[in-house]
């Protein structure tokens, strides 16, 4: 499914002295398939266009274009469920939303919210269960004997379980050891390849958005900075400081080297691999 | 040799009479002065110590003693006074309805003057640089001033100690080096201890000393040089290696004269440098 926020603009308290502009001018396509990272500090903007990629924020200027529908400050909205269906967003701490009985449970809920019958629900609970990296006996304890990485894939099966075309990670890794990390979002972008899923991840790890996204976009004081290919957006790392952003450690290191040797890498290497294979090149150039 | 301020010997405990250990006969000592690391995975138990430390929870053996007192329930405010603690979740420590509300909740339950009371206030979010935001509400700061207002909480009660518990790992980047050089320069103008909890390797690279926990048991305890030539061994145990350790290897492996495993992007730098203008 694709989405394409167009000249988005969203006000918070419009009409009360509260009033705050958040973002504007907000422009980013999103075509079916695509894995975009969303970058950006606190009070950026992020989880406002976040909340507009399914349409729990209705834009007060521009519109959002989910699939077929068209969401605009204008239009009284009706059946947005269907869109909630499609494109389902993994809130931070998602563990924090578990609440049933049992994993199977919590699982089922969001699918028969959305009108699957029971059978199909446990059917789907046991796919997701797997999916997630977790044994299918776990779906009979109580959520919250669990430890708190496996609580956090329960959260994701019960998203997954809904069958979304659409899946938006705010900040999914938040708090998890190195290995958890990694394993969390290699499980995310194996997902996204099977399923020929569209991700959208907001996070502050520029490794992971590096690693895993096929395009970046950067959101600074609620506008887009700039969007583009993880290389693109690297290539000019001095501006991503002077904003406050952070690059990759890979990044900052061949700056590091540039700075004291005095002339640049031919190219801006993204990987720990790329760079060591530049390396010697690099190292001799200054004898010449 | 520094002193030893706190010991910690044979600890144990569990949270349930029939789950496992979530501390196992852990013995370490930590010392005056220094900033001792201590990471390991999730559920290593590095945030069980945390809470044993300052008296949370008691340990269901062995025993923790803090400048000389043995924390038990008769001591544990005292013990609190000496240790404060920093948590994961900035919107979650906030008690005040202003900045300077919430740094003056802990003293005013230590029956502090008034007088005494607005001096400290001052100075904490003086040295955590907040004090332009006396009379803000908390919810207009950022993650990161939210925490540095803790730490400020924390240290108008002049505690010897400080622990921070992830208290980094929900801040963006900018409010995580906000952070830790507020703590790195209270450390070096105050003589704190401090106590990082932390899955930040990065951070861990940088303190005088690390603690590696696993599955509830010490694992290692070493300067950050030695946890980091544990090389693979230590993704063994969920946890990674710092990407300057990482370079020095792989440009090992090309023949790339690197002496050591560097622990700062810097001194990697700096070798390469050198090496270079002497080919």
């Given at each position: 499914?694709?989405?394409?926020?167009?000249?988005?603009?969203?006000?918070?308290?419009?009409?009360?002295?509260?009033?705050?502009?958040?973002?504007?001018?907000?422009?980013?396509?999103?075509?079916?398939?695509?894995?975009?990272?969303?970058?950006?500090?606190?009070?950026?903007?992020?989880?406002t266009?976040?909340?507009?990629?399914?349409?729990?924020?209705?834009?007060?200027?521009?519109?959002?274009?989910?699939?077929?529908?068209?969401?605009?400050?204008?239009?009284?909205?009706?059946?947005?469920?269907?869109?909630?269906?499609?494109?389902?967003?993994?809130?931070?701490?998602?563990?924090?939303?578990?609440?049933?009985?049992?994993?199977?449970?919590?699982?089922?809920?969001?699918?028969?919210?959305?009108?699957?019958n029971?059978?199909?629900?446990?059917?789907?609970?046991?796919?997701?269960?797997?999916?997630?990296?977790?044994?299918?006996?776990?779906?009979?304890?109580?959520?919250?004997?669990?430890?708190?990485?496996?609580?956090?894939?329960?959260?994701?099966?019960?998203?997954?379980?809904?069958?979304?075309?659409?899946?938006?990670?705010?900040?999914?890794?938040?708090?998890?050891?190195?290995?958890?990390?990694?394993?969390?979002?290699?499980?995310?972008?194996?997902?996204?390849?099977?399923?020929?899923?569209?991700?959208?991840?907001?996070?502050?790890?520029?490794?992971?958005?590096?690693?895993?996204?096929?395009?970046?976009?950067?959101?600074?004081?609620?506008?887009?900075?700039k969007?583009?290919?993880?290389?693109?957006?690297?290539?000019?790392?001095?501006?991503?400081?002077?904003?406050?952003?952070?690059?990759?450690?890979?990044?900052?290191?061949?700056?590091?080297?540039?700075?004291?040797?005095?002339?640049?890498?031919?190219?801006?290497?993204?990987?720990?691999?790329?760079?060591?294979?530049?390396?010697?090149?690099?190292?001799?150039?200054?004898?010449? | 040799?520094?002193?030893?301020?706190?010991?910690?010997?044979?600890?144990?405990?569990k949270?349930?009479?029939?789950?496992?250990?979530?501390?196992?006969?852990?013995?370490?000592?930590?010392?005056?002065?220094?900033?001792?690391?201590?990471v390991?995975?999730?559920?290593?138990?590095?945030?069980?110590?945390?809470k044993?430390?300052?008296?949370?929870?008691?340990?269901k053996?062995?025993s923790?003693?803090?400048?000389?007192?043995?924390?038990?329930?008769?001591?544990?405010?005292?013990?609190?006074?000496?240790?404060?603690?920093?948590?994961?979740?900035?919107?979650?420590?906030?008690?005040?309805?202003?900045?300077?509300?919430d740094?003056?909740?802990?003293?005013?339950?230590?029956?502090?003057?008034?007088?005494?009371?607005?001096?400290?206030?001052?100075?904490?979010?003086?040295?955590?640089?907040?004090?332009?935001?006396?009379?803000?509400?908390?919810?207009?700061?950022?993650?990161?001033?939210?925490?540095?207002?803790?730490?400020?909480?924390?240290?108008?009660?002049?505690?010897?100690?400080?622990?921070?518990?992830?208290?980094?790992?929900?801040?963006?980047?900018r409010g995580?080096?906000?952070?830790?050089?507020?703590?790195?320069?209270?450390?070096?103008?105050?003589?704190?201890?401090?106590i990082?909890?932390?899955?930040?390797?990065?951070?861990?690279?940088?303190?005088?000393?690390?603690?590696?926990?696993?599955?509830?048991?010490?694992?290692?305890?070493?300067?950050?040089?030695?946890?980091?030539?544990?090389?693979?061994?230590?993704?063994?145990?969920?946890?990674?290696?710092?990407?300057?350790?990482?370079?020095?290897?792989?440009?090992?492996?090309?023949?790339?004269?690197?002496?050591?495993?560097?622990?700062?992007?810097?001194?990697?730098?700096?070798?390469?440098?050198?090496?270079?203008?002497?080919?």
């Amino acid at each position: 499914m694709d989405i394409s926020l167009k000249n988005v603009e969203y006000r918070y308290q419009v009409n009360t002295p509260f009033e705050r502009l958040a973002i504007q001018d907000v422009s980013i396509d999103i075509p079916s398939g695509t894995f975009l990272a969303l970058i950006g500090h606190t009070g950026s903007g992020k989880s406002t266009v976040l909340q507009h990629l399914n349409a729990l924020l209705k834009p007060t200027a521009g519109e959002v274009v989910i699939g077929e529908r068209t969401i605009t400050s204008e239009k009284k909205q009706k059946g947005l469920k269907a869109i909630r269906q499609k494109v389902a967003i993994v809130f931070q701490f998602p563990e924090h939303q578990l609440f049933e009985e049992t994993v199977e449970k919590d699982i089922c809920f969001g699918p028969m919210n959305f009108g699957v019958n029971e059978g199909e629900a446990k059917r789907r609970a046991h796919e997701a269960i797997k999916q997630v990296g977790l044994d299918e006996s776990i779906l009979q304890k109580s959520p919250f004997d669990l430890s708190g990485g496996q609580m956090r894939r329960v959260a994701i099966a019960g998203v997954l379980a809904m069958h979304p075309d659409v899946i938006v990670l705010d900040e999914p890794t938040a708090g998890l050891d190195p290995r958890g990390r990694k394993e969390i979002m290699d499980m995310f972008y194996q997902l996204h390849k099977e399923r020929n899923l569209s991700t959208i991840l907001v996070t502050h790890s520029m490794e992971d958005a590096s690693r895993y996204a096929d395009k970046i976009a950067i959101m600074h004081k609620g506008e887009v900075y700039k969007v583009g290919t993880p290389l693109d957006i690297f290539s000019d790392p001095e501006q991503l400081i002077k904003m406050g952003l952070d690059v990759p450690e890979v990044v900052k290191f061949q700056q590091k080297l540039e700075k004291t040797f005095g002339y640049k890498f031919a190219k801006t290497c993204l990987t720990i691999e790329e760079i060591s294979q530049e390396m010697p090149r690099f190292l001799k150039r200054g004898e010449a | 040799m520094k002193n030893s301020l706190v010991q910690i010997r044979n600890l144990s405990f569990k949270y349930d009479e029939n789950a496992d250990y979530a501390l196992k006969d852990v013995t370490f000592d930590i010392y005056e002065g220094e900033w001792l690391a201590i990471v390991g995975h999730n559920g290593s138990g590095k945030s069980t110590m945390a809470k044993l430390l300052n008296g949370l929870n008691f340990p269901k053996e062995g025993s923790i003693t803090v400048d000389g007192l043995l924390l038990s329930e008769e001591t544990v405010w005292d013990i609190r006074d000496k240790i404060g603690m920093v948590f994961q979740n900035p919107d979650n420590q906030f008690v005040g309805t202003t900045v300077q509300d919430d740094v003056a909740f802990g003293l005013e339950n230590h029956g502090i003057e008034r007088e005494e009371m607005i001096k400290r206030v001052h100075n904490a979010l003086e040295s955590v640089k907040m004090e332009q935001f006396l009379d803000q509400e908390p919810h207009h700061l950022s993650g990161g001033q939210k925490q540095r207002v803790a730490i400020a909480g924390v240290l108008a009660l002049r505690p010897n100690i400080i622990v921070l518990d992830e208290a980094t790992s929900m801040l963006d980047p900018r409010g995580r080096e906000e952070v830790l050089e507020t703590i790195r320069q209270l450390k070096a103008s105050q003589e704190m201890t401090v106590i990082s909890i932390t899955h930040d390797l990065e951070e861990a690279a940088k303190a005088d000393r690390m603690i590696v926990m696993n599955k509830g048991q010490l694992y290692r305890e070493g300067s950050p040089e030695d946890i980091f030539q544990l090389d693979e061994e230590l993704i063994s145990l969920g946890l990674d290696i710092p990407f300057p350790v990482k370079m020095s290897k792989m440009l090992k492996g090309l023949n790339i004269p690197v002496s050591k495993h560097h622990l700062s992007e810097e001194e990697l730098v700096e070798e390469l440098w050198t090496s270079h203008l002497k080919m």
